[in-house]
């Protein structure tokens, strides 16, 4: 089934408020940061591109919508497409996702969910290849295709059965089996972002957060930090790909000593991390270090880190950023500031411009991800009210942009088991993978948005 949706949405001419925006940005700056040059320079960057968004193309951008997995079963992907997390492969034949029976309850040991690939030049036939007994609802199985043989391999999560130890598995559907599973039994560590350009993964203990906050964990995994609040040995990892060597990159024991730097109360705070996000160049990862979610005890922590590839140079960002980050291109990153969807430069940290405005994207703390190309923009948002994700697509070279039709979230708007909004893009740029609760609330599925400009 096929429907078409012709929505053209259009800027309104909005300079005396965008303009102003730029002033207040760059005074509040000022005052809080007290480093005038630097904010002389953001008022110029936030300025120019205010002013350079009030020019809008007038071409018509609009979407066409097909669903690609039906009853009886949950399909569904994941993980937001940020970093170039494409359920496509190279050729763009497959898209691989996960299959369940269930959708209403946190998946325990005993409730592998399959791997399965969609076939989009055969009617999207759906071809069960694996399972998964490491995988939630909210982020999948952590779902990579390997940037280094994009065709035919891909990355995904599971645990062992006798052991409850996590590890991450390199699945060939030419060979049609698992030619790697990269297990480290002190340290069992699963996938939490392959590099763009490849070579390595970071590594995440997922049975501590499956104790901190049970929606990104693997329920019933063994973890060896229980119990401790900072941990010497773990935090953050890198794992090489063709040698299945890992690196502690950056403790929890290093995430506390520079929090407490900055006057964080967290002696009794257990840190978790989320969000662990490489840019496209491979040498700087971004992330979360949080603590105090989901009823646990301690200050209340969720802050963001950036250090390099080889885990030098920690640095704490001066301005959270909020929502959901993306990497633009260098060092430079998308993310939230109050109501605007903003560019952070991580190494001036400066804000260095804007994209859009609180019209175009309603809650700029979405689900967001940049399009390969890199003129593409989608922020995916809920309307409680409605009951439904909306995305909007925006391009960046003249700033016009495109709302999709509501997609049903049902009464699957918060807690562990939401229906968070997901984009992910295409590796052409033109096709978006989101997914929906079915009409009668029963399962859910996957649909494409098909772009045409």
């Known amino acids: 089934m096929k429907t078409a949706s012709t929505q053209n949405n259009r800027s309104r001419p909005i300079a005396i408020r965008q303009v102003a925006f730029g002033l207040a940005l760059t005074f509040r700056l000022a005052h809080s940061l007290v480093l005038q040059m630097r904010c002389f320079l953001t008022f110029l960057a936030v ?3 205010n002013w350079t968004s009030l020019v809008k193309g007038n071409e018509a951008m609009s979407v066409e919508v097909v669903q690609i997995t039906r009853e009886p079963h949950t399909h569904f992907f994941g993980y937001i497409g940020h970093v170039q997390n494409i359920p496509w492969n190279k050729s763009g034949r497959f898209i691989v996702a996960l299959q369940s029976d269930f959708h209403d309850r946190m998946p325990g040991p005993n409730d ?3 791997v399965v690939l969609i076939d989009t030049e055969n009617d999207y036939h759906v071809t069960v290849v694996d399972q998964s007994r490491g995988w939630n609802p909210q982020q999948g199985t952590m779902f990579y295709w390997n940037p280094a043989n994009p065709e035919t391999q891909f990355f995904f999560n599971d645990r062992d059965v006798k052991t409850g130890k996590v590890f991450c598995v390199l699945y060939d559907i030419k060979l049609d ?5 990269y297990r480290f039994d002190d340290t069992p560590i699963g996938n939490g972002g392959v590099a763009q350009n490849g070579g390595w993964f970071l590594g995440l203990n997922y049975a501590r957060m499956a104790r901190l ?11 060896w930090t229980e119990g401790e609040a900072h941990p010497k040995n773990d935090g953050l990892f890198k794992v090489d790909i063709q040698t299945g060597k890992k690196q502690l990159l950056v403790s929890f024991h290093q995430m506390a000593n520079e929090l407490t730097a900055i006057g964080r109360d967290v002696k009794n705070s257990h840190l978790f991390i989320n969000h662990s996000l490489s840019n496209r160049e491979g040498d700087r990862i971004f992330f979360f270090a949080r603590a105090g979610w989901s009823g646990q005890k301690g200050e209340r922590i969720n802050h963001p880190f950036i250090t390099n590839d080889k885990g ?3 640095r704490s960002n001066r301005i ?3 929502g959901h980050p993306e990497w633009d291109y260098g060092h430079r990153m998308i993310g939230r500031l109050g109501d605007r969807q ?6 001036q940290q400066l804000i260095a411009g804007t994209l859009g405005t609180p019209e175009i994207f309603p809650n700029p703390e979405g ?3 940049l399009s390969p190309n890199g003129k593409l923009f989608i922020n995916g948002h809920k309307d409680r009210k409605n009951k439904k994700n909306f995305y909007t697509i925006y391009r960046r070279e003249d700033g016009a942009y495109f709302r999709t039709k509501g997609f049903n979230i049902a009464h699957w708007q918060s807690g562990d088991l939401r229906q968070d909004p997901s984009p992910c893009w295409n590796r052409n740029s033109d096709q978006i993978l989101v997914p929906g609760v079915s009409k009668n609330g029963k399962t859910r599925q996957l649909f494409i948005l098909k772009l045409k400009q």
């Open 213 to 223: 906050r049970p929606v990104t964990g693997y329920k019933g995994t063994w973890d």
């Open 177 to 181: 089996k698992r030619v790697r599973e």
């Open 320 to 322: 959270h950023i909020g």
């Open 312 to 314: 030098e140079n920690l």
């Open 342 to 347: 903003i560019l952070f430069d991580t190494d």
């Open 367 to 369: 689900d967001i991800a």
């Open 47 to 49: 300025l120019s591109l």
């Open 112 to 114: 592998p969910a399959r």
